[in-house]
């Protein structure tokens, strides 16, 4: 903190640098139409990613019902869009008005990137007016590749202009370290100012994020039409549409971690100190909380899938094995959310001799956190295969040994895990870090070879009958529910985390926040806002799905319901 | 006189719903009772107890209810409660019971103790990029203790450390250098326990350095509400000084202090 | 249908009403913004006293003789029946304000000096900043008196600087345990160690301690160094109620070839 800095600053604040919004004052109303705004935008680049993937797979898999899956997730997206347009035009105004200053020096730096921005927005709302409405006119042959390549090209769009929108948010938290609060920002190069600490590893985190919560509001959706349903067909329509939602939320999320492991390296390597302020400092009680939403998630995802095995004939089998599964995550639960500085009265305090428990304090650091989430992560992918693999039965004349290397590869996988995550407690912080890699690195390669074994498996396989899709108990649609809710804060929260650790910087250690909310606020005064922004995300979502069905029927077709077999997606 | 008792045991142990009440009393025992009593253990805190409470109860509301069969045994007994009337007494002492649960709870809550409320404070708060020792400007990060470039003094610097720690730090972090010093009782947040693998063995040496020299003075706000009673060593002992206690304290636990980022991946 | 949009509802509302109770549940901590030493143009009053008492109790290490009842006046409480410092600073000094009192005890101490005390306060303009040595005005004027320090008081040209009274003999290599960067210049050391806080040299300095600039003459090398080294082991005559006011630590922060040039340094000056 230099001083001419704060002169600068000083002076700075006797001209006009700050407007005021009535009632709830600037920073929340910033605060609350940026968030609606990324919910909107996360949702309308999330989605469109599936879409494609969903029509590629009706198309070369040759199953009408992923194409017309894939329309009526593009049919969500219309009316998302313009949401997603007002918000962030509130956005915008917003900052500008009321934080004139800031926003003035952001627009020196990147203003050729916003007029690309808005370009861009301009052609992929097209792409995307052209995508949906020409969905029956090219349905055959070569047109309809032409129209997957639509597709193709709305994602591409964007994605970029998710990537130039990073830049901005990811100057303010690393901008390149030759820039000082004393460089003119007319002089800054626009690529210089792009390619920051933390622009990449945000980019690759947020497109996995939006295909998580893309699949999640999907989910929602579905299980609420299941939930209306009238007829039988409808219902096992909205039922499978829900679990292909859930299934590619969760599928994604398993690999968003590691995302965020990269994310949070770069912010270390960045800034050691924004690095502590946001794992060790005032927020560090925010992992807490993410932790336990993030139990929720992995608890809730699996319920889903085991209430599933209900519907599956041949899922019998497996059902004895869930309760392991299920002692499994409750165990990783409790060791992930087990904090490791407590909350605890003087008397606790004394007779634990600190606020590190001399016992359970082990379970506090993150060499037991990591094994916990990875043993979560392993479960979680177990319990699919055995969803999977519910109804059929292994022909091929291997399926015994395969299932054996499989078993094996499990084996290997938690046993890699577990040992680092021991060995972790016996070397020094430094070589601990390197030991997550190793634990990653032995999940994801479980993870990837049983697929590949398990498909290879599966060709030919008996079909013990087909599911019984529509037969879901209510609560399971309430458990995408909370899916949905669940992922939608997590991402408010991880928002406030992102944007809180550069406390009262606009941009760190660059530009600094002398307006009267220059202060980082406390948790819980956050999650208040949080929950308020979830709040109109989801009356808004709903309120245009509602729309979307005024417009239209449902693009549910009846159909000879779960024709031969009904695969599941992921094949 | 067992025989007939068997069936009805194993009706019990059987059903859903008494399983489930056996699972979180079981878990409670565990984690108040088990827990504590491991060697080197102590209680767990209230805080710690609900949440693990919590996710247990969680786990249960899952297990019984994945499963059709499963969930209507589980709600039988509770709707039996509810409606039969021959569970009138029964059903009344459910009622009172709770009744009287949540006015406990609520009495709890509002009553007034002596004690100071649950704290939480940041152990290891976010240190400065620099300080100013004695009005000398100190770049902590990337900094490491000057004392070990000079492999060949350690020994006199470690001697010069452990006068000074038996010196100055001695009454609250101890002989041991666990944090049971004679002062140590009278001190909220209590003085740091070297020995745990939480505290110096968590941290860089410049951090440590910023800790003894600045004191709870020198705690930013996080580190609030009761801040530590560490004196601002920098009026008292010399930079040399704090280095070599520093460099006493590791010596002595046998913990090496984290590392910078950079000069590992110079190594590998 | 409504009764399961009211489940919905109710569902959606109790998940986040669950995750907004437990992050409310745990104790509030707020990252506040750092305390600048800026003091701009609308400063009130109470903001002054309030960082002037921060500077008192802190940084301006004015605890260290005020307030024991023998070094220095007491200010905070009675001094001898006069009442705290803001009730007496008009009375010192004939048409001296409380306010030019207090300013010229800070700008230069020795021009009065309460009897029965010694000369022996440092001049504080030259270790805090403007701001602060304002702000420390309208804290002891607060003290039984009416605070009439207002921004104007405070020259806006030099910036509230963090005090470095001995730091621009270069600041020294991050960790290195010596003075001035363990520069052998013996002027680069006297500047860093801050010699001249208390004695005078060459014109130079103060006149708390004895005036080095003929040390010479009195003491050999061997004298000198010891006197640095253990300062108790020998007092200048006329010095004896000053004797322990020289910081004990010299020794151990320079070189031992730093020490070596200040002694011969000094040695020199007959």
């Known amino acids: 903190m230099t001083d001419p800095l704060l002169l600068l600053q000083a002076a700075a604040d006797t001209s006009r640098a700050y407007g005021e919004f009535p009632v709830i004052g600037a920073r929340a109303f910033v605060w609350i139409t940026a968030e609606v705004h990324l919910m909107f935008a996360a949702f309308v680049l999330g989605v469109p990613m599936f879409a494609v993937v969903t029509e590629a797979i009706g198309i070369f898999g040759g199953d009408e019902r992923y194409d017309r899956l894939s329309k009526e997730f593009t049919r969500l997206l219309l009316v998302a869009y313009s949401a997603t347009a007002i918000w962030g035009a509130m956005l915008v105004f917003g900052l500008s008005t009321l934080y004139p200053r800031f926003w003035a020096y952001l627009t020196t730096i990147f203003a050729p990137s916003m007029w690309l921005y808005a370009a861009l927005f301009f052609v992929e709302s097209f792409t995307l007016y052209l995508y949906y409405y020409g969905w029956d006119r090219w349905k055959k042959g070569r047109a309809k590749l032409g129209h997957w390549t639509l597709g193709i090209l709305l994602n591409v769009w964007g994605t970029i202009v998710m990537f130039i929108a990073n830049a901005w948010l990811t100057y303010m938290m690393s901008p390149p370290r030759d820039i000082t609060p004393t460089t003119d920002p007319t002089t800054i190069k626009l690529w210089h100012a792009i390619a920051n600490a933390t622009w990449m590893p945000i980019n690759v985190h947020r497109v996995i994020a939006n295909v998580v919560f893309g699949g999640a509001i999907v989910g929602a959706y579905a299980s609420y039409r299941f939930l209306a349903a009238r007829t039988e067909e409808e219902r096992a329509h909205y039922d499978w549409m829900g679990y292909v939602g859930n299934f590619i939320a969760m599928s994604a999320l398993i690999v968003l971690p590691f995302a965020g492991y990269w994310l949070g390296r770069e912010i270390y390597q960045y800034d050691q100190s924004m690095g502590i302020t946001m794992m060790g400092g005032f927020m560090s009680w925010l992992w807490v909380i993410q932790a336990f939403l993030i139990a929720v998630l992995f608890l809730t995802g699996n319920y889903y899938l085991w209430i599933g095995m209900g519907r599956i004939p041949g899922a019998e089998r497996f059902r004895p094995y869930t309760k392991y599964l299920l002692i499994v995550l409750v165990l990783g639960a409790i060791v992930w959310g087990t904090p490791h500085t407590m909350i605890a009265d003087s008397k606790e305090l004394a007779a634990m001799g600190g606020s590190h428990h001399p016992f359970l304090g082990a379970l506090g650091v993150m060499s037991a956190k990591n094994t916990a989430v990875n043993l979560m992560i392993l479960t979680t992918f177990l319990s699919f295969l055995l969803y999977r693999r519910a109804n059929t039965r292994p022909v091929v004349p291997w399926a015994r040994a395969g299932t054996i290397i499989q078993g094996a590869m499990f084996a290997v996988a938690a046993g890699v895990v577990l040992f680092y995550g021991i060995r972790g407690y016996f070397v020094e912080a430094i070589v601990r870090i390197g030991f997550s890699v190793y634990q990653v690195l032995a999940v994801l390669s479980c993870i990837v070879f049983v697929t590949v074994i398990d498909i290879l498996m599966a060709r030919g396989a008996q079909s013990l009958g087909a599911i019984r899709w529509g037969r879901m108990p209510p609560r399971s649609q309430y458990a995408l529910f909370i899916l949905a809710v669940t992922f939608t804060w997590l991402m408010g929260l991880m928002g406030f985390a992102r944007s809180g650790i550069r406390q009262y910087w606009h941009v760190w250690q660059v530009m600094q926040d002398t307006s009267k909310y220059a202060a980082t606020p406390a948790l819980g005064y956050a999650s208040k806002m949080i929950s308020l922004c979830v709040l109109i995300f989801l009356s808004l979502v709903a309120f245009v799905f509602w729309l979307g069905g005024l417009a239209e029927k449902s693009t549910f077709v009846a159909t000879a319901e779960g024709e031969k077999g009904a695969r599941h997606v992921g094949h | 006189m067992s025989s007939p008792l068997r069936p009805a045991i194993r009706r019990y142990a059987e059903h859903p719903f008494w399983q489930a009440v056996g699972i979180l009393l079981l878990a409670y025992i565990v984690v108040v009772g088990v827990v504590p009593i491991l060697p080197g253990s102590a209680i767990v805190p209230k805080s710690v107890v609900l949440q693990y409470m919590i996710t247990v109860l969680v786990g249960v509301l899952i297990y019984v209810s994945d499963n059709e069969e499963r969930w209507r045994q589980f709600k039988e007994p509770i709707q039996a409660v509810l409606v039969e009337p021959r569970l009138k007494v029964v059903r009344a002492v459910v009622v009172a019971g709770v009744t009287a649960l949540v006015g406990l709870v609520a009495y709890g809550q509002v009553k007034t103790t002596v004690a100071a409320p649950p704290n939480l404070r940041s152990i290891h708060p976010a240190p400065p990029a620099e300080i100013t020792f004695r009005g000398k400007t100190i770049t902590l990060t990337g900094l490491e203790n000057p004392l070990r470039r000079y492999p060949d003094s350690l020994p006199s610097y470690l001697a010069e450390g452990k006068r000074v720690y038996y010196q100055n730090c001695l009454p609250c972090h101890g002989d041991h250098l666990d944090g049971q010093g004679h002062f140590a009782p009278g001190f909220n947040p209590l003085p740091a326990n070297f020995q745990d693998n939480g505290t110096i063995a968590q941290l860089t040496e410049s951090f440590v350095f910023w800790r003894v020299a600045k004191g709870g003075p020198g705690l930013p706000r996080e580190g609030t509400p009761w801040n530590s009673a560490m004196p601002v060593w920098e009026d008292f002992l010399t930079e040399r000084e704090i280095w070599s206690v520093i460099l006493f304290l590791y010596e002595q636990t046998g913990w090496t202090p984290r590392t910078w980022e950079k000069s590992v991946s110079g190594e590998k | ?270």
């Open chain 3, 1 to 270: 249908m409504w009764a399961t949009n009211a489940k919905i509802v109710g569902i959606v509302l109790g998940t986040l009403a669950l995750y907004t109770l437990i992050a409310n549940k745990i104790p509030q901590v707020q990252s506040e913004v750092p305390q600048a030493l800026t003091l701009g143009a609308n400063v009130t009053p109470e903001q002054l006293v309030a960082a002037g008492e921060k500077v008192y109790t802190g940084i301006g290490g004015c605890t260290t003789c005020h307030g024991l009842g023998e070094r220095a006046p007491n200010l905070l409480t009675d001094e001898k029946g006069q009442g705290t410092i803001g009730a007496r600073c008009g009375k010192r000094e004939p048409g001296k304000t409380c306010k030019q009192y207090l300013y010229e005890s800070l700008d230069n101490p020795t021009a009065y000096v309460v009897s029965g005390y010694q000369p022996i306060m440092p001049v504080m303009t030259k270790q805090l900043s403007p701001a602060q040595v304002w702000s420390v005005i309208a804290f002891l004027e607060s003290q039984g008196g009416t605070v009439d320090v207002t921004a104007s008081d405070i020259p806006t040209t030099s910036p509230a600087s963090p005090t470095s009274p001995t730091s621009p003999g270069g600041g020294g290599g991050a960790g290195g345990a010596a003075f001035a960067g363990g520069s052998t210049d013996p002027k680069a050391i006297i500047q860093a160690a801050g010699c001249l806080a208390c004695h005078k040299l060459d014109g130079q300095g103060q006149v708390i301690a004895p005036d080095l600039t003929h040390v010479g003459s009195r003491r050999d090398a061997e004298s000198i160094r010891r006197k640095i080294l253990d300062p108790a082991s020998s007092v200048t005559k006329g010095y004896e109620k000053l004797a322990g006011i020289m910081p004990k630590s010299f020794g151990t922060m320079m070189s031992a070839a730093q020490l070596e040039a200040l002694v011969q340094y000094l040695a020199a000056h007959k």
